[in-house]
């Protein structure tokens, strides 16, 4: 087919590696999906109902381009009571198409060519929306014995004169790491120390086990003129498909968010506002019984990977992602995740896609049902023992 001229840039974007998994699924029959990272829950059904509501009420129209005003100071209320973040929903937050928007928006406004980019390893791909605007991503290590989290020393290594940006993601994708607040402190110190801004990541700031604190960088002194957040209401409320989110960040910078949003999609949907709304202000008990069965399951998966020969996992603190080592099992990632995938009918996502750290890992998915989730375990059980007998 001719490709009529298409743009180096769009080169630069690979494919995601979780599609390519999914592709290869959709041809085969009884398979048990671990590898999408969404709840299984239905979108709770107050929220559902504040859509209907809003449609009947008219909101059908085009909605504005910074989000519309009630919704900007509900968030503003709840970074003020949950995450310590003050900011003022005139100038300083915007309603987003998901999390992901935000991503784009602070590659597309900072990166210019030759820019480099700290991104964590393993960690989420950040890697292609840096690419595309012809930055460099600089990956640092994150280590399975140190929890998976940032040493300090190694984010000082990677830096140059040419760091543009620092991203961050905690709680991690796909590690389930959590980094603490004395951490975040020595990461605030660096970013200070050698001006740059940072882009925290933080869709799984709900999801945290174990009576675990959530810190967002952006509270800590010095950091908030010089931090973009992005928040979703997908991982925390079943609302993935709603695809609302919204970032927060200086004056300028969310200005800037406003003026590209009109050329891009004019706003996030009315009615998906209008539910993102009864979501964040209203009751929060849907939040407690969906995080009460992924700590249930996250037991479930930790206990069943852990009785696999061959394979070892260490407790995830946050998310709905368990991060096992696979290394004894003797196959690369992408080699088990395929094997798993046709000999068991279980997708699970190779570790590579998440940066080269993640090379003899798997990332596996716990927000299915328990007795799915026990019946995936037992096929992985049974194609690794296949493979190491």
């Known amino acids: 087919m001719h490709n009529f001229g298409l743009t180096e840039r769009i080169a630069r974007v690979d494919w995601s590696g979780i599609r390519k998994m999914h592709s290869m699924a959709s041809q085969l029959d009884g398979v048990i ?33 910074q989000g519309f005003l009630d919704v900007r100071q509900a968030v503003a209320e709840k970074l003020s009571r949950q995450n310590g973040i003050i900011a003022d929903p005139e100038t300083e937050i915007m309603i987003t198409v998901g999390a992901m928007q935000v991503v784009f928006n602070t590659m597309l406004n900072f990166i210019e060519p030759g820019d480099e980019v700290i991104v964590m390893d393993p960690g989420y791909d950040y890697f292609s929306q840096i690419k595309l605007f012809r930055g460099v991503p600089v990956s640092v290590p994150l280590k399975e014995e140190n929890g998976f989290r940032l040493d300090p020393a190694d984010l000082r290594a990677a830096l140059t004169d040419k760091t543009k940006l620092l991203v961050i993601n905690s709680p991690s994708n796909p590690t389930g790491a959590v980094f603490d607040r004395a951490l975040m402190q020595e990461i605030a110190d660096i970013a200070i120390e050698h001006d740059l801004l940072v882009f925290s990541d933080e869709p799984y700031e709900d999801l945290m086990f174990d009576g675990r604190e959530h810190v967002s960088i952006a509270t800590l002194d010095g950091m908030k003129e010089r931090t973009i957040t992005a928040f979703t209401l997908s991982k925390t409320y079943a609302m993935t498909g709603w695809r609302v989110g919204y970032a927060v960040g200086p004056e300028t910078v969310i200005a800037e968010m406003e003026k590209l949003m009109e050329h891009l999609v004019s706003g996030v949907t009315a009615v998906s506002q209008r539910a993102a709304l009864a979501a964040i202000a209203g009751p929060q008990g849907c939040v407690d019984e969906m995080n009460a069965a992924y700590a249930r399951r996250r037991e479930i ?44 009918r279980v997708i699970t996502i190779p570790g590579p896609i998440f940066g080269d750290q993640g090379e003899g890992y798997l990332r596996l998915s716990f927000a299915v049902e328990d007795a799915e989730l026990k019946e995936a375990i037992a096929r992985i059980k049974t194609g690794i023992e296949k493979l190491t007998a």
Do not use: M
Not at 33 to 45: A, E, R, S
Not at 310 to 325: L, R
């Open 301 to 344: 998966i930790y206990d069943g990977l852990n009785d696999i020969k061959g394979v070892s996992c260490i407790k995830p603190e946050s998310t709905f992602y368990a991060f096992p080592n696979i290394k004894a099992v003797g196959k690369s990632s992408w080699d088990l995740a395929e094997y798993l995938l046709h000999d068991q």
């Open 33 to 65: 999906n671990l590898g999408i990272g969404q709840p299984d829950f239905d979108t709770p059904v107050h929220i559902i109902d504040a859509a209907k509501q809003a449609l009947d009420d008219g909101y059908t129209r085009y909605p504005p381009a």
